[in-house]
């Protein structure tokens, strides 16, 4: 079975996943207008409701989901791979990140 993930917008560097996925399952995520734009090869477990990287991000760099800034890399994420706190800080608060010289 093949499992989905959603860019819920254009602007977007991340997908929501619909369900759980393990290592090693196909992907597919889909545009907003509803394409398939890229099958990743998932390289760790992502929990349902999480996110992937729909395209390889920079240590520093915006995360972006509902076209909005929600994050900050604090280190670099492939493509395909989970986006959560062990890779992300606060854009608005101070965080691990301010330590790493990103934010």
Do not use: C
Not at 7 to 20: F, P, R, W, Y
Not at 26 to 53: M, N, T, W, Y
Not at 61 to 78: D, F, M, S
Request: proline share 7%.
């Amino acid at each position: 079975m093949v499992k989905k993930a959603i860019q819920i917008d254009e602007k977007d560097n991340v997908a929501t996943t619909t369900g759980e996925v393990d290592i090693g399952e196909q992907v597919e995520v889909i545009s907003p207008d509803g394409k398939v734009i890229l099958r990743p090869e998932i390289s760790e477990p992502i929990p349902f409701g999480h996110k992937l990287a729909i395209k390889p991000i920079k240590k520093g760099e915006n995360i972006v989901k509902y076209g909005e800034v929600i994050g900050v890399a604090t280190r670099p994420v492939k493509a395909g791979a989970w986006v959560n706190t062990h890779n992300v800080g606060s854009a608005r608060m101070p965080t691990k990140g301010k330590e790493e010289e990103i934010l």
